[in-house]
């Protein structure tokens, strides 16, 4: 680790964006829902920031990539040495597994999230594949771990616990797989993992290591604090803690017009919203007004792999007064948001159903 950047910059530059803050030091701040209307990308200085630490603070000239462990050609690459590699640009939505636990009753331990800590990006990065190809993955390899650079105390282990996190093998050679060295076109920002990070597509966003420093490929199951100790649902199922990780995003839909307590004249309405799923694209929304029947939105523009799907319904209110706006979003793997959210230990994956409510004129 070279340093940290001081808390204090990070933290005016998201003021000065308006996010909403969960905490400063280490700094947390989620996307204000209202920096979501319109169309599908967004400026990354609205993108929500999810940080265990520290920012760390690494130059580039100095940095570098290892790539280590059961390989059969150990790499040191510079940010230049990735950046004379094919390259590859995908638009990925990352939400924190965490989002929407503030909606969790009784409420858990973890940062009380509401719905802003989900955001859009087009990555440009090297699909990790290359790299791991160029080192030569060793036959009796089985996962691959990703070391960030910033680290500190936590609860259950003594010294400094970097964060770092693993993939099955299988996910890590999957194509889609970025180390990515550029936000919507330019440098990664301090907050976001410059100089690089990894992007796992369609998961959430634990998997996607900030400051990577280190890519290490083990023959056993990764155990580090934020692999095992974090990041896992425990369900109660028959009376019995049941344990399974936190992998996929979960189906989800936003609303992002109208905004929460918003003043409507009576009459005709329009709800727009977008809708994501780590298991698949969405196959449909369905909008309720006022607790009344579901109502089918129309899926607006291309679908993208990876990225999130604008929706919208034209309908009507239905008369003066305070009124509810529900979004229901179903997934092709067949997945459909609950109507409230499944309770877990450590609080992940809380994607019930959204409701808003508006004043109608
Ligand atoms: N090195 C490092 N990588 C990290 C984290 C972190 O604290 N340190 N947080 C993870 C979590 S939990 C999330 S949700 C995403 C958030 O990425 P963002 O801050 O760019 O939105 O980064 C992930 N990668
Ligand atoms: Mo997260």
Redesign the pocket.
């Known amino acids: 680790m070279d340093g940290t950047i001081e808390p204090h910059e990070a933290v005016e530059r998201a003021q000065a964006a308006g996010l909403t803050f969960q905490r400063s030091d280490?700094?947390?701040c989620e996307t204000p829902i209202t920096a979501l209307i319109g169309g599908i990308a967004m400026p990354t200085s609205h993108?929500?920031?999810?940080?265990?630490?520290r920012i760390?603070k690494l130059d580039s000239s100095s940095w570098r990539l290892n790539v280590a462990g059961l390989v059969r050609r150990p790499l040191t690459l510079s940010l230049q040495d990735l950046q004379n590699m094919r390259s590859q640009t995908l638009i990925v939505t990352?939400?924190?597994?965490?989002?929407g636990r503030a909606l969790l009753d009784p409420p858990t331990d973890g940062e009380q999230w509401g719905l802003g800590?989900a955001?859009i990006?087009e990555w440009s990065g090297i699909p990790l594949v290359e790299v791991l190809e160029t080192a030569g993955v060793e036959t009796s390899a089985r996962e691959v771990v990703?070391?960030?650079?910033?680290g500190g105390t936590v609860a259950t282990r003594s010294g400094v616990t970097?964060?770092?996190?693993s993939l099955e093998l299988g996910v890590a050679l999957e194509p889609d797989v970025l180390l990515a060295y550029a936000?919507n076109g330019e440098p990664?920002p301090p907050?976001?993992?410059y100089p690089l990070?990894?992007v796992v597509p369609g998961w959430?966003?634990?998997?996607?290591?900030?400051?990577?420093t280190e890519v290490e490929v083990i023959g056993s199951a990764f155990d580090g604090f934020?692999q095992s100790e974090r990041?896992f649902y425990e369900w109660e199922r028959s009376g019995q803690a049941v344990r399974e990780p936190v992998m996929l995003q979960r189906v989800r839909s936003l609303i992002t017009e109208p905004a929460q307590d918003a003043e409507v004249a009576n009459g005709d309405l329009a709800v727009r919203g977008l809708a994501w799923s780590g298991a698949g694209p969405i196959a449909r929304v369905e909008v309720s007004v006022a607790g009344g029947d579901w109502e089918s939105a129309r899926l607006v523009g291309e679908r993208h792999s990876y990225s999130w799907q604008r929706w919208e319904l034209i309908t009507r209110t239905p008369g003066p007064g305070v009124t509810s706006l529900r979004a229901r979003a179903t997934d092709h793997a067949g997945h459909t948001q609950p109507d409230q959210p499944e309770w877990n230990r450590l609080g992940y994956g809380s994607n019930a159903v959204q409701e808003v409510s508006i004043r109608v004129r």
């Open positions: 280490p700094l947390n993108f929500y920031v999810r940080n265990h630490f760390p990352m939400e924190c597994a965490g989002n800590a955001s990006a990703f070391r960030g650079a910033d970097r964060f770092e996190r936000m990664l907050e976001h993992g990070r990894l959430y966003g634990v998997a996607s290591v900030k400051w990577l934020f990041y």
